[in-house]
């Protein structure tokens, strides 16, 4: 029997310098989903994986008992043998689900309630698809986890005072500049928090920024309001003039590293440098935080200053888990459900492709089609009738068997 799986690391776990190591993207997602499939043959009948600047997780659909050989071969494929399997979790069947729901609505997050990561898995989910390696039953599962991450924050007030990376950011900002609107700031990244992290500076009154990314594309912050980023390579010099760099690029690399940082000081004086990275894996050298007149913050650090309203948002995320647990217990059984007539109709329709007679074309549409597909089934030479499949048809409901006869003709 398959169920719902998944296997993951994040920041409860393991430190940055694990979790920027174990990414699932674009890059190499096919990749993976072809050794294991390679690996695992049938037991595994499609996957995702999302990475956030806080977590990766695989989310799969597949056989009991295989969550440790996928943990195994993962590990294999992306070269991480070395990080211990303590670091990683693993959930099976409604445990899965349900962390599942969780990640979705915020719950999980590191800031507790934050939004950002509805859009980050939502992305990574169609990015797979599009790739064609997410199979039926594993989308069952991700558009209900979807409904009930919706109805979390419809009916309780995780989001209440929203917290997010980009705001963090900001309060860290503050705490080592006293007129942050007075500085030059500049933003590594062009993507989804990237632009977050620009439009809550410029929100908060913050007016002289400037982007890198490797693509030159506009980034749209509002109506008025437009950012269009140099290319990568003009990087050490711009920050030189950077009071404040924050980086969220993708990147297997560092893109600043400490010598590009001593040598930016030769020209810029005593004035402080402030560097927040936020990406995993990370877009700085972490050797640079033993320069003077540098602050350099991780995403580790955004823990620290996530405090607030945080009693209230504890309150808020016990609430959606009790949500959470009713939703996907009901959910699962309609997932159940769906799965199990979906395995039946294909039954079905490669049974009646498999014999040769027109007669088949002739089946009724009439609510009596039960007897009327057993009669015809019995009556043909070619046909063996497993009792198990002929107890199903008699049960089956009449107007689903309809619609499968239909799809045959």
Do not use: W
């Amino acid at each position: 029997m398959q169920e719902i799986h998944l296997v993951g690391i994040n920041h409860k776990t393991s430190k940055v310098s694990d979790r920027e190591r174990f990414i699932v993207d674009d890059s190499n997602i096919i990749y993976l989903n072809d050794y294991l499939l390679s690996k695992l043959g049938s037991k595994i009948s499609g996957f995702f994986g999302l990475s956030t600047c806080n977590r990766t997780e695989i989310y799969y659909y597949g056989d009991e008992g295989i969550d440790l050989d996928v943990l195994k071969l993962t590990k294999e494929a992306l070269n991480i043998s070395d990080i211990p399997d303590k670091n990683f979790y693993i959930y099976n069947d409604k445990d899965a689900f349900e962390h599942m729901c969780r990640v979705c609505c915020g719950i999980d997050s590191q800031v507790v309630g934050e939004q950002e990561i509805f859009g980050q898995f939502k992305n990574a989910y169609r990015s797979a698809k599009a790739f064609n390696i997410v199979s039926k039953e594993l989308t069952l599962y991700v558009e209900k986890v979807f409904e009930i991450t919706k109805k979390v924050r419809t009916d309780t007030k995780i989001g209440i005072n929203p917290l997010s990376v980009s705001g963090l950011s900001f309060n860290l900002v503050r705490e080592i500049f006293e007129k942050p609107e007075d500085k030059k700031v500049l933003v590594i990244g062009g993507g989804h928090l990237a632009k977050s992290i620009i439009k809550n500076l410029f929100e908060k009154g913050l007016k002289s920024i400037s982007a890198i990314n490797r693509t030159i594309k506009e980034i749209q912050v509002s109506d008025e309001y437009s950012i269009i980023p140099m290319p990568l390579n003009l990087v050490h010099r711009e920050i030189v003039d950077a009071d404040i760099i924050i980086c969220s690029a993708s990147s297997l690399t560092p893109i600043i590293g400490k010598g590009a940082v001593e040598n930016a000081f030769k020209n810029r004086g005593n004035r402080p440098m402030m560097i927040i990275d936020l990406a995993v894996p990370r877009n700085v050298e972490p050797e640079i935080e033993t320069l003077e007149l540098v602050y350099l913050y991780s995403i580790d650090d955004i823990e620290k200053i996530s405090q607030d309203n945080l009693e209230e948002r504890l309150v808020e995320a016990g609430r959606g888990k009790e949500i959470i647990k009713y939703q996907a217990k009901e959910s699962k059984k309609t997932i159940n459900l769906k799965i199990e007539d979906d395995k039946f109709a294909s039954e079905i329709l490669k049974l009646l492709r498999s014999i040769d007679d027109k007669e088949a074309l002739d089946l009724s549409n009439y609510n009596d089609i039960n007897l009327e597909l057993l009669n015809f089934l019995d009556n043909n030479d070619d046909v063996h009738l497993p009792k198990k499949l002929r107890k199903k048809i008699e049960l089956f409901d009449s107007q689903k068997l309809i619609s499968i006869i239909s799809n045959f003709k």
